[in-house]
């Protein structure tokens, strides 16, 4: 099975006509999926780890649609021709076109899938803490008024996006934040803090899944190298790296949180 890079190039010496979205991952459904049929795949671009599809009008009177996949952590694109195998194993949106089909796979769920039919808008909802916008202030603005858990706050995709559960962990350990506080509660210098370590651990991340889209999380749930720099989760009982206090476990929202009741406050 190519991967994105074959994909672009399928895509633009083929042109195929598409044929149907199917969104598989209910966390995608932000809305019935766009009707795709009798589209041609005009354009494939790419901006890290960002992929836009340009789907044509049906006919002269009508608009393009734009498809944009974030891949994030651990998303990939594959392109599998008619009669090659394939699995519905973490496959969460399938875009079915003629003499094949794209595959949208994503181990932890963090990636995402919008349309729109105006260019540049086909954008996730909530801010990316690798762009640009991404700043302290820009955090303290989505906060403003929150009465939701911190922890909680940094897993909704409409205000952070990429933020999973492992790293919700670690990046209130690392920025000495209570997971139990309330996000609106926060101060400036928490929400500094908060933003820093965000960045800092994300970035991390990202850099140690390499460059080639692969797995980051492999089959057994475990998170290859980043794990030996986890502070917290999965460490429950053992000391904290920080003040030697012992990691505890809570659950919110039906998720273990870790942390450290001697370092967050
Ligand atoms: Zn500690």
Not at 31 to 51: C, H
Not at 59 to 84: C, K, N, Y
Not at 90 to 100: E, Q
Not at 128 to 137: G, I, L, V, Y
Request: proline share 6%.
């Amino acid at each position: 099975m190519p991967e994105l890079p074959e994909v672009e190039t399928v895509a633009r010496q083929l042109a195929p006509q598409a044929r149907r979205l199917e969104l598989i991952d209910p966390m995608l459904r932000h809305g019935a999926a766009p009707r795709v049929a009798g589209r041609p795949i005009e354009d494939v671009a790419r901006a890290g780890k960002r992929v836009v599809l340009r789907l044509g009008p049906r006919d002269r009177s009508g608009r393009p649609l734009w498809i944009a996949v974030h891949l994030r952590m651990t998303g990939r694109l594959l392109w599998i021709a008619d009669g090659e195998p394939w699995t519905r194993e973490r496959l969460r949106a399938r875009l079915a076109v003629d003499g094949g089909a794209l595959l949208f796979h994503d181990t932890r769920r963090l990636g995402t899938l919008t349309w729109s039919d105006a260019p540049g808008t086909a954008e996730p909802a909530g801010l990316d803490p690798m762009s640009t916008r991404f700043t302290a202030d820009a955090v303290r603005t989505l906060v403003a008024g929150s009465r939701q858990n911190v922890k909680a706050w940094l897993l909704r995709q409409d205000r952070l996006t990429g933020i999973g559960n492992i790293y919700a962990s670690e990046i209130l350990h690392a920025a000495r934040i209570s997971p139990r506080r309330k996000a609106g509660s926060l101060r400036t210098a928490e929400i500094v803090r908060l933003a820093d370590a965000t960045r800092r651990i994300l970035g991390r991340a990202i850099q140690l899944s390499g460059t080639t889209f692969s797995d980051f999380q492999d089959t057994t749930g475990s998170i290859g190298s980043y794990q030996r720099f986890l502070a917290v989760y999965e460490r429950e009982g053992r000391p904290c790296r920080r003040c030697g206090g012992p990691v505890l476990r809570l659950v919110q929202q039906q998720r273990s949180t870790y942390w450290c009741r001697g370092c967050q406050r």
